[in-house]
């Protein structure tokens, strides 16, 4: 189990705790736990490649979320970002697809 893996279920917790002051829901029945190791970058690597062409050919730049402050009290996403990723994602599996 990496360090990462032994994090999930306080932020499992953490999340169910959120979650009912963010959208008056509650999440229940998690079961299981990390009991898979990290993907190997080079499963997904040709995968990447192919989504990083893609977000380049619809104008996106780089396959990193924009904002700021990563992992930081000022950590931010830009908000008009989610529309243009929501492309991408919808586009890749056409592309994959064809």
């Known amino acids: 189990m990496t360090t990462h893996q032994a994090h999930v279920p306080d932020l499992v917790r953490d999340f169910d705790a959120a979650l009912p002051k963010i959208l008056a829901v509650r999440v229940r029945d998690i079961a ?22 893609l977000a ?3 104008g996106m730049g780089p396959l990193t ?3 700021g402050g990563a992992h930081a009290d000022h950590e931010h996403v830009e908000v008009a970002e989610p529309p243009r990723r929501t492309a991408l994602l919808t586009a890749l599996p056409r592309e994959l697809l064809q």
Not at 38 to 46: I, N
């Open 56 to 58: 380049r050919d619809l």
């Open 65 to 67: 979320a924009d904002g």
């Open 32 to 53: 299981g736990g990390p009991n898979r190791p990290p993907l190997p970058g080079a499963a997904s690597r040709d995968l990447f490649a192919r989504a990083d062409l």
